[in-house]
C-alpha cells in the first residue's frame, strides 16, 4: 500500500454499512456526517437499484454521488449514466427459469441495467447453467445479480472519482462482498469490514477490527479524521 492523501471515501451499503438484517449502523451514519464536515466526500457504492441508493445519499447528505446496481447505473449532481444493459441479463434469466424455480428480488421492476434473483440457488448452479450467457454473476449475500460483464463497480467508481477532482488512488474503498473486488482494486486504501468474504479480506490493506457500521466507522476515524 502506498501513502496517499485521502480525498474520498467510496462505500458499499449491505453489509458494510448495515448490518445482517439490513439496518444502518448508527455509528457509519455519525462517522459519515463527519468525514463530510471535514471535505472528505462520500461516495455511495451499491448493488441496491437507483432510486433506493439516491434516497440513501440524500438522507445521508453525502456529495460525492452514487453507483448502483452493481456500477450499471452512476448519478452525480441529479445526473445519471445508464452504463449496464439489461437486455442480456433478462435473457440469461428467462433461460435460468427453465431449469430452475428461481424469482427475482423485490422492488425488481426498478432495475434498469442488470437483474437480481433470490439466493435460493448456489451461485455455481447459476454460473454453470449460464456460462454461454454474456453476463457476469454475483453473490452479495443479499441477491445474486446478473449484470452487464463490461461495467462494475470499479469501473463507474473512476468515473465518479473524475468528477469529484480526484484520484482512485486518493480514494479509501470499504466492502465486504466478492461485488466489491473491482471498486476496492482501484482505491488507493482498501477496507474490508470484519465480516467480509474471505477474498475481500485477502486484497484488502486493512482489515477492520468491528463488523459492518461499525467497521466502517472504525476505518473513517483511523484514516480519515
Not at 111 to 131: D, F, H
Not at 144 to 157: N, Y
Request: charged share 30%; aromatic share 6%.
Amino acid at each position: 500500500m502506498e501513502e496517499h492523501e485521502l480525498k474520498a471515501i467510496a462505500l458499499d451499503v449491505d453489509g458494510t454499512m448495515t448490518d445482517s438484517s439490513r439496518k444502518i449502523c448508527i455509528s457509519a451514519i455519525e462517522a459519515i456526517s463527519e468525514a463530510e464536515n471535514n471535505g472528505i466526500p462520500v461516495i455511495i457504492v451499491t448493488g441496491n437499484i437507483p432510486c433506493a441508493a439516491k434516497m440513501l445519499a440524500i438522507m445521508l447528505d453525502t456529495t460525492g454521488g452514487v453507483v448502483s446496481e452493481n456500477g450499471g447505473v452512476i448519478e452525480y449532481k441529479g445526473e445519471r449514466k445508464l452504463l449496464g444493459n439489461i437486455e442480456e441479463c433478462q435473457r440469461a434469466y428467462e433461460y435460468l427459469k427453465t431449469k430452475y424455480p428461481v424469482q427475482k428480488v423485490e422492488f425488481s421492476d426498478e432495475r434498469i441495467s442488470e437483474v437480481a434473483i433470490e439466493r435460493n440457488i448456489k451461485e455455481e448452479i447459476v454460473k454453470e447453467t449460464l456460462k454461454d450467457f454474456n453476463v457476469e454473476i454475483y453473490d452479495t449475500n443479499f441477491a445474486i445479480h446478473l449484470t452487464d460483464p463490461s461495467v462494475d463497480k470499479g469501473s463507474s467508481l473512476e468515473i465518479l472519482a473524475a468528477y469529484n477532482g480526484v484520484k482512485t488512488e486518493d480514494i479509501m474503498a470499504i466492502g465486504d462482498s466478492e461485488n466489491d473486488i473491482e471498486f476496492l482494486r482501484v482505491a488507493g486504501l482498501r477496507v474490508a469490514v470484519n465480516n467480509a468474504d474471505k477474498e475481500l479480506k485477502a486484497i484488502a490493506d486493512y482489515v477492520t477490527s468491528e463488523p459492518h457500521g461499525d467497521g466502517v466507522a472504525e476505518a473513517i476515524y483511523k484514516f480519515i479524521i
